[in-house]
Each structure stands twice: as C-alpha cells, then as structure tokens.
T-cell receptor, first 115, second 110 residues
Framework: DSGVTQTPKHLITATGQRVTLRCSPRSGDLSVYWYQQSLDQGLQFLIQYYNGEERAKGNILERFSAQQFPDLHSELNLSSLELGDSALYFCASSVAGGPDNTEAFFGQGTRLTVV | GQNIDQPTEMTATEGAIVQINCTYQTSGFNGLFWYQQHAGEAPTFLSYNVLDGLEEKGRFSSFLSRSKGYSYLLLKELQMKDSASYLC???????????FGKGTRLSVIA
C-alpha cells in the first residue's frame, strides 16, 4: 500500500458525460501528479499541483481540469467524455515538487470506461 | 522535449538474469527512475540513479551513463512473480515531473 488513495476504482459512463476522480496523497506529501495510461501508451503526464497551486502541465486536454484543495487532496475533472478517454488514471504524490525530489508514489488508479 | 526508448517485450527463463535497456534524450537531467507495474496495478518504485554507475538493491540493480543517455535494469534470479512491465522514467531539469517510457513487458517462463 503506497498510502495514496484514489476513488472510485472503476467508473463506467456514457459519451458526453462529466466525471470527477479523487485522490488523497500520502500524509505529508505536498505534490500531486495525474497520469493517464491507455492500452498502447505509457504513462502520460497530465498535470501537477504543489501545495494547492498548479506547478506543471503536460498533455492535458482542455476538456480536463484539476485542482488541489487546502487539505491537499486533488480532483481531476473530465468533461464531454469521448470513447478515447477510456483509460487508467493514476494519481501520484511526492514530498516536494522541486529538483531534490525523489520517487513518486502511485495510487491504485481509476479505470474509466466510456461507452 | 524528452524521448525515452525501451524494448516493448522481453522473455526470460526462471532463475536467469535479464537486462532491460533504456535510452533517453532530455533537455536537462535530474534523475532516472525504474518502476515495476503488474497488469492493472499501480507502478511501484524500484530504483533511482542520478550519478553514473551501478545501484544495487537485492536482486535488482540499475545502471546509468549520463554521457550516453543510457540506463539498464538488471534482474537476477528471476522469479515468476517478476513477470510485469518495467517502466523507465526521467526527470528533466528543475522540478519537471517524471516522463515515462512506454514500458517493457517482461514474461518469465519456466
């Protein structure tokens, strides 16, 4: 158990809908990262938050947004869902967000299926 | 930009040694990580290299050559439970997040 909690574990929804994925980082970790993993792709970095503020942005679509709350949990919002958004969405956390950071710890992921 | 390459699949025999290679091209370098991921599960951290050389951790070792943009993960005394994907990831300059390769799917056979 990495200490990173993601809910829900599975989500099935229809095209055009909107969903929210939730992540609670390890106790004491200030940085939260969101990654998308599709069948043929590796882990694609979406976005990072550090202590409530956006720190880095990757290949995140405009239909997707995220935030980190004062208690450090984070939510990833996916809207106008398309079939191609079906994937595993992972949240990871680490202590810091700077160059002296070491490894990131991953949650168990949310498997999103868009039908 | 960043580019990370590793073989898609490898097969090895139980009890043997296998080496999984990773080459990378990044703007800046601040560490290379190896993760193990079983199908449908979370990636778990295996090793971290930021200086050239070999880091050993039990049955797993990881090597880094920064001048060549090259790393490998060495798995010894392979066990069936080592069948998994192995992900190479690089942190570029500053505080950039980890960028992952597509992973190498290792199958350990009897």
């Amino acid at each position: 158990d990495s200490g990173v909690t993601q809910t829900p574990k599975h989500l099935i929804t229809a095209t055009g809908q909107r969903v929210t994925l939730r992540c609670s980082p390890r106790s004491g970790d200030l940085s939260v990262y969101w990654y998308q993993q599709s069948l043929d792709q590796g882990l694609q970095f979406l976005i990072q938050y550090y202590n409530g503020e956006e720190r880095a942005k990757g290949n995140i679509l405009e239909r997707f947004s995220a935030q980190q709350f004062p208690d450090l949990h984070s939510e990833l919002n996916l809207s106008s869902l398309e079939l191609g958004d079906s994937a595993l969405y992972f949240c990871a956390s680490s202590v810091a967000g700077g160059p002296d950071n070491t490894e990131a710890f991953f949650g168990q992921g949310t498997r999103l299926t868009v039908v | 930009g960043q580019n990370i390459d590793q073989p898609t699949e490898m097969t090895a025999t139980e009890g043997a040694i296998v080496q999984i290679n990773c080459t990378y091209q990044t703007s800046g370098f601040n560490g290379l990580f190896w993760y193990q991921q079983h199908a449908g599960e979370a990636p778990t951290f295996l090793s971290y290299n930021v200086l050239d050389g070999l880091e050993e951790k039990g049955r797993f070792s990881s090597f880094l050559s920064r001048s060549k943009g090259y790393s490998y993960l060495l798995l010894k005394e392979l066990q069936m439970k080592d069948s998994a994907s192995y992900l190479c990831a690089v942190r570029g300059s500053g505080n950039t997040p980890l960028v992952f390769g597509k992973g190498t799917r290792l199958s350990v056979i009897a």
